[in-house]
């Protein structure tokens, strides 16, 4: 997951950055996010436990208590992914597809040059810019919250273990 998520961050970086640049370079960025799209989206399904969308994609009431839990500062940590984390992830991957689909489209005979195409894909991409600051600001507020550092377990794969009212 950790060699995922450093090459997801790594491609749309590039595919952001090469936006107005280099086509070729866009364009095989664009194809490699949407490839490790299609890698989270099968390793959802027969992934390990804390990789698989069952184990933390939940209700929109689960999230919504979780969201006031965490403005009266009294959530639960979880072992896995938390509830908002859950529907971030969901909410990145679907940016994410759609921005690498009507890259995609853009490249074809049929939408080349088609206006709401090529301005989707750069409405999607700069949605994904706000998405990712709040993915940050969560992880930030998540590690300072339960005094783990949550950036630190993305590149060494630990955390602390876990403490008896914890959500596995």
């Given at each position: 997951?950790?060699?995922?998520?450093?090459?997801?961050?790594?491609?749309?970086?590039?595919?952001?950055?090469?936006?107005e640049g280099s086509r070729v370079v866009h364009e095989w960025a664009g194809y490699i996010?949407?490839?490790?799209?299609?890698?989270?989206?099968?390793?959802?399904?027969?992934?390990?436990?804390?990789?698989?969308?069952?184990?933390?994609?939940?209700?929109?009431?689960?999230?919504?208590?979780?969201?006031?839990?965490?403005?009266?500062?009294?959530?639960?940590?979880?072992?896995?992914?938390?509830?908002?984390?859950?529907?971030?992830?969901?909410?990145?991957?679907?940016?994410?597809?759609?921005?690498?689909?009507?890259?995609?489209?853009?490249?074809?005979?049929?939408?080349?040059?088609?206006?709401?195409?090529?301005?989707?894909?750069?409405?999607?991409?700069?949605?994904?810019?706000?998405?990712?600051?709040?993915?940050?600001?969560?992880?930030?507020?998540?590690?300072?919250?339960?005094?783990?550092?949550?950036?630190?377990?993305?590149?060494?794969?630990?955390?602390?273990?876990?403490?008896?009212?914890?959500?596995?």
């Amino acid at each position: 997951m950790r060699l995922f998520h450093w090459s997801l961050v790594t491609a749309f970086v590039t595919a952001w950055l090469t936006g107005e640049g280099s086509r070729v370079v866009h364009e095989w960025a664009g194809y490699i996010v949407a490839a490790l799209v299609v890698f989270r989206l099968v390793w959802g399904l027969v992934g390990p436990r804390y990789a698989r969308f069952g184990q933390f994609i939940r209700s929109p009431r689960v999230i919504g208590r979780y969201l006031s839990d965490m403005l009266k500062r009294r959530e639960p940590r979880y072992l896995g992914h938390n509830p908002a984390g859950g529907a971030m992830i969901v909410v990145l991957l679907a940016a994410l597809a759609g921005t690498a689909l009507t890259g995609w489209m853009y490249t074809t005979e049929a939408y080349w040059g088609v206006e709401w195409v090529e301005e989707t894909h750069e409405f999607l991409a700069n949605l994904l810019l706000l998405l990712v600051g709040l993915h940050i600001a969560g992880v930030l507020v998540s590690s300072w919250v339960h005094h783990e550092n949550l950036i630190r377990a993305m590149w060494t794969g630990k955390k602390r273990g876990p403490d008896a009212d914890d959500v596995a």
